[in-house]
């Protein structure tokens, strides 16, 4: 016999928070409407970012080209080998980017770092990063601005939220959320497995109906925002994004490394949860899949196979190259790995957790600073994201000099 993954309760319980939300269509269009950059930037001068917004937009003046490079080392780029697209983690909000922007055009002459093709962050959706223009103030610099093709933000659960907001969702979805009271109307799910004070980074556990606080909490994001692309750590969550998004085309996930997509038996696991709710058109909400860190290059290629023979469109697959000392193996490097996948014809997207040197503030910890700790640190964290996106882009210039084709942000040619 086989179990539908999503129950009738389930689906009844999704389709109500939808509606609650005014409906795909209507989903759809806000995100779509809040991604102009015009409507962002007024939205912005209101909200007191206007002259950061300002200055980004001079800086992206001084940034190095790519075509530069090219002239320099004139590439033969051989249509054999797999396209890499450059990826880099820890854009933590408005003020790290922009000491990141100010960092990119001081060293342009001297150490030239180009725009990363898609960027992650793992800022916190409280209401002050949501609600303030912090957010939309991140999202104008990196998409906007720098262009980079997608900003991954990260929704964890764990986190306080006013009592009345999980009220109006029991009211809707007639299920019920366990919850601490935390005092001045603010409540957080219980979770039951503390890794972090966010609790295994307030996302993998996600027990019970939790999936549906996740959901609110990416979609109230992207309405208020145009935020349109959201990690997303757990099988469960992946079940009900799948579902949830199969009708608005502008909402988009990337599955986290921590769901350990470690061997092909799990990525066929995750191939047919995501067949369950395919879109008419064979595209699904999964944009991105990081496959393990512990994952050989071999089954990294195998796993592409397989996705290409599923059918499925639109998807891509993507390694950490390096990562925070404190997230795994110590000196982890998969440079030479990288270069075996896209050698046999794969395309990657190459990510950076770390640029692998450990430097201050290139740790986990630094994902969950509190809003006042983390802009004082701006400058750090933005040194820290610097040099990551310095060793992609280096790395990148290696692979460009062996005939591998590299995308960057857009911002960078």
Not at 285 to 304: D, K, L, M, R, T
Not at 381 to 398: C, M, S
Request: aromatic share 10%; proline share 3%.
């Amino acid at each position: 016999m086989k179990y539908k993954l999503l129950s009738d309760a389930d689906i009844k319980a999704i389709d109500a928070l939808k509606e609650f939300h005014g409906g795909a269509a209507e989903i759809n269009q806000t995100i779509k409407k809040m991604r102009d950059f015009e409507t962002r930037k007024k939205i912005l001068a209101e909200r007191g970012f206007g002259d950061m917004i300002s200055d980004a937009e001079e800086l992206i003046k001084k940034f190095p080209k790519v075509e530069d490079f090219e002239k320099e080392i004139n590439p033969s780029y051989n249509h054999d080998y797999g396209i890499a697209t450059s990826q880099v983690s820890g854009f933590q909000g408005a003020y790290v980017t922009h000491h990141f922007m100010k960092k990119v055009a001081e060293t342009a002459q001297t150490n030239p770092v180009f725009v990363p093709a898609e960027m992650i962050s793992v800022v916190a959706l409280t209401d002050y990063y949501v609600y303030s223009g912090d957010l939309m103030a991140t999202l104008s610099m990196t998409e906007n601005i720098m262009q980079t093709s997608k900003f991954c933000s990260t929704n964890l659960i764990g986190i306080p939220h006013p009592e009345t907001r999980f009220k109006n969702l029991e009211e809707v979805t007639g299920k019920t959320f366990h919850r601490a009271d935390l005092g001045e109307g603010m409540s957080a799910i219980i979770l039951k497995n503390q890794g972090t004070p966010f609790g295994n980074f307030g996302g993998i556990e996600v027990a019970d109906d939790n999936h549906l606080f996740y959901l609110d909490g990416i979609t109230r994001t992207a309405k208020e925002n145009g935020a349109d692309f959201f990690l997303n750590p757990s099988w469960s969550s992946i079940i009900a994004a799948c579902y949830f998004g199969r009708d608005i085309p502008n909402l988009n996930f990337k599955i986290s490394m921590l769901l350990a997509t470690q061997n092909t038996m799990q990525f066929r696991m995750l191939l047919n949860i995501i067949n369950e709710y395919i879109r008419d058109d064979n595209t699904t909400p999964i944009y991105e899949v990081n496959i393990g860190n512990g994952v050989s290059p071999h089954n990294f290629i195998q796993c592409a196979k397989d996705l290409k023979e599923s059918g499925i469109k639109g998807v891509s697959l993507a390694a950490h190259i390096r990562i925070n000392p404190d997230l795994g193996l110590e000196d982890f490097d998969w440079t030479d790995n990288a270069h075996k996948v896209l050698e046999s014809g794969t395309d990657m997207t190459y990510k950076y957790e770390s640029d692998g040197t450990r430097r201050e503030l290139d740790t986990m910890a630094a994902y969950f600073m509190p809003e006042d700790e983390r802009r004082a640190n701006a400058d750090k964290i933005g040194d820290v994201i610097y040099y990551k996106a310095l060793r992609a882009t280096n790395d990148g210039k290696d692979m460009m000099k062996k005939g591998i084709r590299v995308v960057f942000g857009k911002g960078s040619y």
